[in-house]
């Protein structure tokens, strides 16, 4: 993640699956305090550069998601999105 210095707007990256390649998504989004408290709770759309659809996804798994592979820890879980839910991947809820 990016630190804001001298007025530059900081970027963080966030990550998730495609559903049907099963490939990472890496997706930037403004890292400031404020973007985050807004997008926390939020489901995002997305265009898939893998297979072309929109996913949906959910914000604040994809960030602790991007935020760990930027550390090179690995997630446990990624975000894998469908049309109409935001259940984790491999996650019976759907």
């Known amino acids: 993640m ?3 210095r001298s007025g530059v707007t900081s970027f963080t990256n966030l990550r998730f699956l495609c559903v049907t390649t099963g490939k ?3 997706y930037e989004v403004p890292g400031d305090a404020q973007t985050l408290k807004d997008l926390w709770a939020r489901t995002l759309l997305r265009s898939c550069c893998h297979c072309g659809k929109v996913h949906r ?3 604040r798994t ?3 998601d991007g935020v760990l592979a930027d550390l ?3 997630a446990s879980e990624l975000v894998s999105p ?3 839910s ?3 991947f491999g996650s019976d809820e759907r």
Request: glycine share 10%; aromatic share 14%; charged share 25%.
């Open 86 to 88: 935001t259940a984790p």
């Open 82 to 84: 469908t049309e109409g």
């Open 72 to 74: 090179d820890v690995g």
């Open 62 to 64: 994809a960030y602790v």
């Open 2 to 4: 990016s630190t804001e």
């Open 57 to 59: 996804f959910d914000f």
């Open 24 to 26: 990472p998504i890496d």
